[in-house]
């Protein structure tokens, strides 16, 4: 079997590798020259866990090769980027771009797999825009008679820092174009998946992508909107949510600094897109979750006017607890705006950054570990919740000044609030 899988990113080069272990031929493509030597060399562009041993393994015995240029292959995998413009509407070019790529390399016996996050609907352009490009080949549902290709949308759903684990143990949603489709698909995802596949449409296969994140996002806005309103009135949002969660049916995630990465943060304005008038539940939490971002830097303001010319520590970047991707970082919006107003008073303790982002360049902010910060600094801003820094123990932070955005610390003593109650503005 050969098997192209067009985009080298978070998604496209774990697949791709993940693929080649099962003994296929993956051919990796990518627009980026550098993305493919690098990937030729054995090495990846990319951290994520145990990554690097599986693709140098992959390359070495010659079942991955990347190139900047389509080839013939059996089954075709499109993992591009569906970013989003100023109006939160989804730009799905990259997507069409691969289908026009591959549409010059396709055969009678090929299947095309759609993996990208996308709008209802776009699989069906994909299947209108090869039928277009290539008059020449049967397409599924379109043309009478047994079609010459097959055309399925397959979400990924993997967690960044799990994605090799949930590659393979997380169920799968197929939707073909036809039933058709899907069983073929079905058969390509059996060789190294495994979780259960189940089929359905590709219109119901795109809509449950967009579902689980948006769901993810509503549920974390509730979060987040409670912190405020907690605070608001003196009660600690973390013990409420610990008591509410002992209830059978209650399950409330964790609120934060805002939420963050490529996908939660875009996915559900798809949805909104797709249906502007029905959709206030899932904008608000959108607009929820963006305002906590500014809330929570005027919350820190406040703290850190408080004690003025002390240094103040704002633990982690990151976009999420343990990993080193600061895309679309809520934590990483709040320490710019703090140095940005603060200047040489501002520390950042990231463990997962070997230098600050360019972000910094020119606010007196430096970048410090954490056994600095506990000597030097009387204020703390927690940002992320990475382990190292849940694990510092009440003797070393209890006389700190702590706002706790993302509740590590249970026990830490209360630090007071230095401002009148504040507006979640969304
Ligand atoms: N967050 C909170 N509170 C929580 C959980 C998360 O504030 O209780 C924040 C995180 O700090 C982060 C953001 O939300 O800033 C997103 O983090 P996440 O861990 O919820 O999700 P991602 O973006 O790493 O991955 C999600 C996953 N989707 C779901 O869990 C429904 C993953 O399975 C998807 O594959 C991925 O999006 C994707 O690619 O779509």
Same mark, same amino acid.
């Given at each position: 079997?050969?098997?192209?899988?067009?985009?080298?990113?978070?998604?496209?080069?774990?697949?791709?590798?993940?693929?080649?272990?099962?003994?296929?031929?993956?051919?990796?493509?990518?627009? +980026?020259?550098?993305?493919?030597?690098?990937?030729?060399?054995?090495? @990846?562009?990319?951290?994520?866990?145990?990554?690097?041993?599986? @693709?140098?393994?992959? @390359?070495?015995?010659?079942?991955?090769?990347?190139?900047?240029?389509?080839?013939?292959?059996?089954?075709?995998?499109?993992?591009?980027?569906?970013?989003?413009?100023?109006?939160?509407?989804?730009?799905?070019?990259?997507?069409?771009?691969?289908?026009?790529?591959? &549409?010059?390399?396709?055969?009678?016996?090929?299947?095309?797999?759609? $993996?990208?996050? +996308?709008?209802?609907?776009?699989?069906?352009?994909?299947?209108?825009?090869?039928?277009?490009?290539?008059?020449?080949?049967?397409?599924?549902?379109?043309?009478?008679?047994?079609?010459?290709?097959?055309?399925?949308?397959?979400? $990924?759903?993997?967690?960044?820092?799990?994605?090799?684990? $949930?590659?393979?143990?997380?169920?799968?949603? /197929?939707?073909?174009?036809?039933?058709?489709?899907?069983?073929?698909?079905?058969? !390509?995802?059996?060789?190294?998946?495994?979780?259960?596949?189940?089929?359905?449409?590709?219109?119901?296969?795109?809509?449950?992508?967009?579902?689980?994140?948006?769901?993810?996002?509503?549920?974390?806005?509730? &979060?987040?909107?409670?912190?405020?309103?907690?605070?608001?009135?003196?009660?600690?949002?973390?013990?409420?949510?610990?008591? &509410?969660?002992?209830?059978?049916?209650?399950?409330?995630?964790?609120?934060?600094?805002?939420?963050?990465?490529?996908? /939660?943060?875009?996915?559900?304005?798809?949805?909104?897109?797709?249906?502007?008038?029905?959709?206030?539940?899932?904008?608000?939490?959108?607009?929820?979750?963006?305002?906590?971002?500014?809330?929570?830097?005027?919350?820190?303001?406040?703290? /850190?006017?408080?004690?003025?010319?002390?240094?103040?520590?704002?633990?982690?970047?990151?976009?999420?607890?343990?990993? =080193?991707?600061?895309?679309?970082?809520?934590?990483?919006?709040?320490?710019?705006?703090?140095?940005?107003?603060?200047?040489?008073?501002?520390?950042?303790?990231?463990?997962?950054?070997?230098?600050?982002?360019?972000?910094? =360049?020119?606010?007196?902010?430096?970048?410090?570990?954490?056994?600095?910060? /506990?000597?030097?600094?009387?204020? !703390?801003?927690?940002?992320?919740?990475?382990? @190292?820094?849940?694990?510092?123990?009440?003797?070393?932070?209890?006389?700190?000044?702590?706002?706790?955005?993302?509740?590590?610390?249970?026990?830490?003593?209360?630090?007071?609030?230095?401002?009148?109650?504040?507006?979640?503005?969304?």
């Amino acid at each position: 079997l050969k098997v192209a899988v067009l985009g080298l990113g978070y998604i496209g080069l774990p697949t791709a590798a993940v693929i080649a272990r099962t003994g296929a031929k993956v051919l990796g493509i990518d627009v +980026s020259q550098t993305v493919v030597e690098t990937v030729n060399s054995g090495r @990846v562009h990319i951290e994520e866990i145990d990554l690097d041993g599986l @693709v140098s393994g992959v @390359v070495a015995r010659g079942n991955l090769r990347a190139s900047t240029l389509i080839e013939p292959a059996d089954v075709f995998v499109i993992a591009v980027p569906t970013p989003f413009g100023d109006d939160h509407a989804p730009d799905i070019g990259y997507v069409l771009d691969a289908a026009t790529t591959v &549409a010059a390399a396709l055969k009678p016996g090929d299947m095309v797999i759609l $993996e990208s996050t +996308s709008p209802v609907g776009t699989t069906e352009k994909v299947r209108d825009l090869l039928a277009a490009l290539r008059p020449d080949l049967k397409v599924p549902g379109m043309t009478p008679g047994t079609p010459d290709i097959a055309i399925a949308y397959c979400p $990924e759903r993997v967690l960044p820092g799990r994605i090799l684990v $949930e590659l393979i143990d997380n169920d799968r949603v /197929i939707g073909g174009i036809t039933p058709r489709c899907a069983r073929k698909a079905l058969q !390509f995802y059996r060789r190294f998946v495994r979780g259960a596949c189940v089929t359905t449409t590709s219109r119901a296969a795109e809509m449950t992508k967009l579902t689980e994140n948006a769901f993810r996002d509503v549920n974390i806005a509730f &979060a987040n909107e409670l912190s405020v309103v907690a605070e608001n009135m003196g009660v600690d949002v973390w013990e409420v949510i610990r008591l &509410a969660n002992r209830h059978p049916r209650v399950n409330i995630l964790a609120p934060g600094p805002g939420v963050g990465g490529h996908c /939660i943060a875009v996915d559900p304005w798809f949805l909104v897109h797709g249906d502007p008038e029905n959709t206030p539940l899932i904008r608000t939490a959108r607009e929820v979750n963006d305002a906590k971002t500014g809330y929570t830097i005027g919350r820190a303001e406040a703290l /850190i006017e408080s004690m003025p010319g002390v240094p103040v520590a704002c633990l982690g970047l990151a976009f999420k607890a343990n990993i =080193d991707d600061f895309r679309e970082s809520p934590a990483l919006k709040v320490a710019q705006a703090l140095a940005k107003r603060f200047g040489e008073r501002m520390r950042i303790v990231e463990p997962y950054a070997q230098a600050l982002p360019a972000a910094f =360049d020119g606010t007196g902010a430096r970048l410090i570990d954490i056994d600095t910060a /506990i000597e030097e600094c009387p204020i !703390f801003v927690v940002l992320v919740d990475h382990d @190292v820094f849940k694990s510092v123990p009440l003797e070393e932070r209890a006389a700190k000044r702590v706002y706790d955005t993302r509740g590590i610390w249970p026990d830490q003593p209360a630090t007071p609030q230095h401002a009148a109650p504040m507006l979640l503005r969304t």
